[in-house]
């Protein structure tokens, strides 16, 4: 007698069919939104109610060992880990709302930068960051809803950086702004063919097309009630939320850049029936953290301690990755009976079979099976 054992084994990194809190991402920038210089991005199972303090900017001044203001500073990676390992993102403190403006004038003023170019900067630290969270093999699919002010010129430059990693961008831009910045945003997105959608155009559960939401649509200006159409775009994502509670439903990942649209700028969620990106805790997991491109003019004169930043990076990951519950990932799998003579005598034939019947499934990478015989005693 043979035995014959089949194992299938995928390495998932995302799991859309468990019944985990669905990790979503948010990058939210400063309290003075006007610097995005100190840029905190965050991918967390947390979701602490935010206050408006808690977007101030970095600037970290840790309790332990104080990192180099040196934003050139390299090291290895085992040493980059160890540093980052032991950096506590609960010591955190921040600019006032004073220095970030403050520092937001010098940046526009006497150093030179302008509106578009922080704002590539600010996204590039936002595309790279998804990318390492979600990487485009497996959240390929990505719509990015944009408002009609800066924010959303976040949102038109994301589509752009992720296409260039990988990615297949949609836009959303129902309310579109005349000024030359946003015009050339668009113009260049039709280059490189990345489809604009209408409101109308979109499903109604936007987790059967997309594999990440990108929320661009009001950043630190918002105020008010959300008008249409971006009342009812909002009313999506927070029912993309509320689905993602349900057992066995597939979910989109919802990365707001900034603040999620429709929360109250100063107080958050306050009624708690907003967007639920899981967010925003300095010292929760998956958070970045950008600013590499400070002068160091900057730097010191308000006495700054960067993290080093890894390699070539715009930003660098702070506090300690989420805890993966491995359980949670396992799927559980009902077969039918599996009798002995319907073994084929020949394993390789029986391997045959059951690859067939993989591929014939569906199921993900049918190829990532071990098949082993053992004989009456057992042994392989
Ligand atoms: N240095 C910088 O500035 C940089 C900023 N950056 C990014 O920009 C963001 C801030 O940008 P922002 O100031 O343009 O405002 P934003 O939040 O996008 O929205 C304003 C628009 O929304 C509209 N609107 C408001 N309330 C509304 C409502 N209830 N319902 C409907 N519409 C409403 C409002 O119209 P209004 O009410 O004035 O008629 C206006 O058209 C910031 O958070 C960061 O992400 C980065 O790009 C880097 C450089």
Redesign the pocket.
Known sequence: MTCLCLTHSITQTHNHNHNLPHATTTFS?SLH????LFQLFSVSNQFPLLSRALFQSIILRPRIRPFSTNLTASYSSSAFAQIMANFDADSVTYLTQRDAAEI?ETLMGPLGFS?DQ??EL?VLSVATSISEVYKPCEHSRVLTIC????????GLVAARHLHHFGYKPFVCYPKRTPKPLYAGLVTQLEALSIPFLSVEELPSDLSNDFDVVIDAM??????????PP?DDLIQRLVSLHNNNNQIGQKRSVIVS???PSGWHVEEGDVDGTGIKPDMLKFCGPHHFLGGRFVPPAIAEKYKLILPPYPGTSMCVQIGKPPQIDISALRENYISPEFLEEQVEVDPINQFHKWFDDALAAGLKEPNAMALSTVGKDGKP
């Open positions: 920038s939104n006007r610097n995005p937001d509106v922080l704002m600010d408002g009609p002010g800066n924010n959303g010129g976040d009001f950043g630190f200006s918002f105020h008010g009630s959300p008008r971006f850049v900034d603040i």
